[in-house]
């Protein structure tokens, strides 16, 4: 994944005609670093898909903008709207993490 690190660049990254899938962590979540250690083989899976992921420390007002209240999140963005978010309460599993990438993708 890479690490979007300023505004513009989240601004220019979630622009993409092709969906992005952002994940919004912070280095003292114990449950970011749960995820990390299961979440590269659903990266594999879906790698037509770019990944990203921002420190909501470091750009506060892009997870407020998009409501990320809790982390973990996952959000996909297509053209510069947001497509879908999976809220931290609802990523705790690689589980339901898969259920939200099927869901997001095969509507």
């Not at 299961?38 to 770019?50: F, G, H, L, R, T």
């Not at 992921?53 to 999140?73: F, K, Q, W």
């Amino acid at each position: 994944m890479k690490s979007i690190k300023t505004t513009d660049e989240f601004k220019s990254t979630i622009q993409s005609n092709q969906p992005v899938i952002v994940k919004f962590e912070a280095g003292w979540c114990p449950d970011c670093k749960a995820m990390d250690m299961w979440i590269d083989p659903i990266v594999e899976k879906y790698n037509q898909y770019e990944w990203f992921t921002v420190n909501r420390d470091e750009l506060e007002d892009v997870a407020t903008d998009n409501e990320v209240m809790g982390i973990p999140s996952l959000l996909v963005f297509e053209n510069g709207n947001k497509r879908a978010h999976l809220h931290s309460a609802n990523a705790k599993s690689p589980e339901q993490v898969e259920s939200f990438l099927e869901e997001t993708f095969n509507k």
